[in-house]
């Protein structure tokens, strides 16, 4: 039985700061993008996951194929930067479980509301959780969200023989918010 969820990677990876500098010349733009990468990679490690770490915080993984046939590679890629346009320090993801179609009032900012007369599609999400930011800072779900699917496909791929597969690829950048990673 698994302990380990995509939503509860996705809870700890939107807490580390991995704000984009649009204004640096270093790669990455910020090295803060690389706490998230040292963790992944000690994830990745403890999971028995072969991967690789670039200078620039790129972690490249593969799951080798179980099956006998030929089959072609998968490739999946996500970033792990977030925009420049709002703080990514001291983020407080919420979730709100079953939600029932109700406001959500972000608690930081209480002038921001979400709605399902503004976001009508918010509708289709009644009994589902939904996770935001409290209200002062960007949630950072363009791309913690990919990131933490591919980690937790990673993992089950890795750890259930009985999912056939061919040879699985993973690749995580820095800086594609501000136009420099992949």
Known sequence: MRDY???KRFLQYVQVDTQADPMSTTYPSSMKQKNL??????????????????????IYATIPSN?????PTIFFCSHLDTAPDCSGTDVKPIVHHKYQG???ILPDDTTQVITTSLYPQLANKIGHDIITASGQTLLGSDDKSGVAIIVDLLYQLSTDSSLPHGEVRALL??????????
């Open 5 to 7: 969820t995509a939503s």
């Open 37 to 58: 990468t040292n963790h992944i990679s000690a994830e990745l490690t403890s999971m028995g996951i072969e991967h690789e770490v670039s200078d620039e915080g790129y």
């Open 67 to 71: 099956v006998t046939h030929e089959t």
């Open 102 to 104: 109700q406001d959500i």
């Open 173 to 182: 950048t820095t800086d594609e918010e501000i136009g420099k990673g992949v």
